[in-house]
């Protein structure tokens, strides 16, 4: 007996969740877990189970596609470790809270190594045993520089997701549709508010009463990407913009830890620029 992750979406009709247990039924499959929405303005039904039973993962993706609509799509995944790398630059809160929950077992990844454009985090990182890489931007243009860390990236096997920890340079166009979809980023701010530099300085400035972090995929237009998971915390007039930097740092850490740990679990489902969750 194995257990499989069936990911399920597709223009909403009637029945569709009727269709779906009937082939779990009639493979003599067990349900572990079931969870399904429905998007009425854009007419799409998602859908998420967790199954046990013996049946081959293409066979039983097979069969679903035969009760589906012709434009779903349907994904059969066996739950095993996804393999993802890390980015970040000098800042190591973000970073030390995925080792840290990737060495205590709360993570379904294999960590392939950090790569960052400074070397001051390799002492952290080198107390994990996971292999640092520092790929300097010093001196390089931006094309040169990304090339390296392209070529970093693909010396890798089947890279699940790329971990921005902090990574503190702009990624451009041809970096990002490269890895479309893969790559998770922390933004320092409660999104859409106060985007690029310095947000605690702009919430300061503005006087805000809550501050936050916004865990969101990475595509083209500058922290706008489908947003994963969010967090807040509340402030006061007593706060400078240091003081919510600091703050701010620990609802970063658990943030993009959440997201990743929701993106490894196959919860995600991304569509018109936003996700649904299960």
């Given amino acids: 007996m194995s257990q499989l992750r069936i990911l399920i979406d597709a223009n909403d009709e009637k029945g569709l969740v009727h269709k779906v247990s009937t082939v779990f039924y009639s493979n003599d499959l067990n349900i572990l877990s079931n969870s399904e929405f429905v998007d009425k303005e854009n007419n799409k039904f998602f859908m998420r189970s967790v199954i046990d039973g013996d049946i081959e993962a293409q066979e039983l993706k097979k069969s679903l596609k035969e009760v589906l609509p012709s434009d779903a799509s349907v994904d059969v995944v066996e739950p095993k470790k996804k393999s993802i790398i890390i980015m970040a630059t000098k800042e190591m809160h973000a970073l030390g809270d995925i080792l840290i929950r990737h060495e205590a077992g709360e993570l379904e990844a294999n ?122 915390i509340h402030v006061d007039h007593a706060y400078g913009w240091r003081d919510m930097q600091r703050s701010g740092r620990d609802v970063e850490k658990v943030v993009l830890s959440r997201a990743l740990k929701l993106a490894l679990e196959d919860r995600i489902f991304v569509f018109a620029n936003k996700t649904v969750i299960f």
């Fill in 111 to 232: 960590i392939l190594c950090v790569i960052s454009n400074y070397d001051k985090l390799e002492s952290l990182v080198s107390k994990f045993d996971i292999p640092y890489i520092a790929i300097s931007h010093v001196g390089c243009e931006r094309s040169e520089h990304e090339n390296k860390i392209i070529e970093c990236i693909d010396s890798y096997k089947d890279v699940d997701y790329i971990v921005l920890a902090k990574y503190m340079r702009i990624l451009t166009p041809r970096f990002v549709e490269r890895y479309e979809d893969k790559i998770i980023n922390i933004h320092h701010s409660f999104l859409p508010a106060f985007i690029g530099a310095n947000p605690y300085k702009q919430a300061y400035d503005r006087g805000v009463k809550i501050i936050g972090a916004t865990a969101h995929f990475v595509n083209n237009n500058l922290d706008e990407g489908p947003i994963i998971a969010q967090e807040i």
